[in-house]
């Protein structure tokens, strides 16, 4: 069973950069396609992006210019880069194994924007 | 981008009843070359993620009990718990991958009467 885990800051200001990682066992993630998603707290999800192995990546539109996420297949990790934050950036985000659906989900990691 | 719309927003029904979530898209999310709807469920309970159920509208998830099941073709689809039980209590929201952006429906609270 694939297992993922995210990690990175909890707490990050405005207009700074939001990084995290997830980290993938049980599984390579040479195949399928990896996601990020987020919920504002009480709210519901929104499908921020997704890379591929070959480096291959899709975004939101929403969020297209402030998005980055890239795979290190050495590491069996992915990560997603969210540039010039706002409060309005403040959410669990969690990362997904998608092949069509997204089928396995990391735990989640509580990023708040706040100075 | 498809919009997702689920109804109620909110449902109570006592233990040992059936439960039904709608959900309907913005646009056909049935894919004329494989047949498919491309429609997902997914139950969220308090502090955890998101969960997949079912899968092509109506394919169950490995070991998802069998009173969860899905139906609907095109725009219109439809979530069933056939006998709720204590541990359902949770959200339930409808998704489609049919086109990017994946998009989530808003979700539908379920509890128990």
């Known amino acids: 069973q694939v297992r993922l885990q995210e990690s990175g800051r909890g707490l990050v200001k405005p207009s700074e950069t939001l990084s995290l990682t997830c980290t993938v066992s049980g599984g390579s993630i040479s195949t399928y396609y990896w996601s990020w998603i987020r919920q504002p707290p009480g709210k519901g999800l929104e499908w921020i992006g997704y890379v591929y192995n070959n480096g291959k990546t899709d975004y939101n539109p929403s969020l297209n210019s402030r998005v980055t996420i890239s795979a290190d297949t050495a590491k069996n990790q992915f990560s997603l880069s969210l540039s010039s934050v706002t409060a309005a950036d403040t959410a669990m985000y969690y990362c997904?194994?998608?092949?069509?659906?997204?089928?396995?989900w990391g735990q989640g990691i509580l990023v708040t924007v706040s100075s | 981008d498809v919009v997702m719309t689920q109804s109620p927003d909110s449902l109570s029904v006592s233990l040992g009843e059936r439960a039904t979530i709608h959900c309907k898209s913005s646009?056909?999310?049935?894919?004329?070359?494989?047949?498919?709807?491309?429609l997902a469920w997914h139950q969220q309970k308090p502090g955890q993620p998101p969960k997949l159920l079912i899968y092509?509208?109506?394919a169950r998830e490995s070991g998802v009990p069998d009173r969860f099941s899905g139906s609907g073709s095109g725009t219109d689809f439809t979530l069933t718990i056939s006998s709720l039980q204590a541990e359902d209590v949770a959200v339930y929201y409808c998704q489609q991958y049919y086109s990017s952006p994946f998009t989530f429906g808003q979700g539908t609270k379920l509890e128990i009467k």
């Open positions: 646009q056909s999310l049935l894919y004329s070359s494989t047949n498919k709807n491309y």
């Open positions: 997904a194994r998608s092949g069509f659906v997204f089928d396995n």
């Open positions: 092509w509208a109506s």
